[in-house]
């Protein structure tokens, strides 16, 4: 990574802390291109550089300064990070469309992100296509949790995660009888576990008719 412009850097570090004191949350990215005249992804490799530095912390979507380290947020910095299948596993490519925020009280600390549900295999867990279902990313998950899940190093799914009792061995279930049982061939991987679920409009109608 090249050197980066240290006034650049004490730039975005002051314009991170006084948006922070006056909206309560981290600016996106955009929100600082816009205000420093540099690219998204310029502001980006910034933040990696001054995480690296120690002069930030940055963990992909929230920015805390030596300043803002001393006030606990109300919220969290969400990105929405497209669409997952609850069909049949394919690939998909992890692109943040968005940045919101989210209220801890609701939906609890640590690294969320927001997927976009797409397919019919969730049904029964209350996940209908369209939906947005909040995720908090971690690698481990409990049998019985709903997950986002990296299957064979290639595809991802959103899926019901168990483990077989008698033998260990891990699988992931689709709430919805059509649908068969995923069974890894060689890995699976845990990306992150549902914490709840936002319901999209049409989906709620349809399931009031």
């Known amino acids: 990574m090249r050197s980066k412009n240290p006034?650049?850097?004490?730039?975005?570090?002051?314009?991170?802390?006084?948006?922070?004191?006056?909206n309560g949350r981290s600016p996106s990215t955009s929100e600082i291109a816009a205000e420093t005249g540099i690219t998204r992804g310029t502001v980006y490799k910034y933040l990696v550089a001054?995480?690296?530095?120690?002069?930030?912390?940055?963990?992909?979507?929230?920015?805390?300064?030596?300043?803002?380290?001393?006030?606990e947020p109300s919220v969290s910095c969400v990105p929405v990070c497209g669409s997952i299948p609850c069909g049949s596993p394919m690939e998909e490519e992890e692109n943040i469309d968005v940045i919101v925020t989210l209220p801890r009280t609701i939906f609890g600390p640590g690294e969320l992100f927001i997927l976009a549900a797409s397919g019919d295999s969730m049904v029964?867990?209350?996940?209908?296509?369209?939906?947005?279902?909040?995720?908090?990313?971690?690698?481990?998950?409990?049998?019985g949790d709903i997950v986002a899940a990296l299957v064979d190093g290639t595809v991802s799914t959103l899926k019901t995660y168990h483990v077989d009792k008698k033998t260990g061995e891990v699988f992931l279930k689709p709430e919805n009888r059509k649908y068969d049982v995923i069974r890894p061939k060689n890995?699976?991987?845990?990306?992150?576990?549902?914490?709840?679920?936002?319901?999209?409009?049409?989906?709620?109608a349809a399931g009031r008719t």
């Open 7 to 22: 006034e650049m850097m004490k730039k975005i570090a002051s314009f991170a802390e006084s948006y922070y004191m006056a």
């Open 50 to 71: 001054m995480d690296k530095a120690g002069m930030v912390k940055y963990d992909g979507c929230s920015i805390v300064t030596s300043i803002t380290d001393k006030y």
């Open 124 to 143: 029964d867990a209350g996940i209908s296509d369209g939906d947005y279902v909040v995720l908090a990313r971690q690698e481990t998950a409990e049998d």
């Open 187 to 204: 890995s699976l991987s845990v990306q992150g576990v549902v914490r709840k679920i936002i319901k999209d409009p049409a989906s709620a």
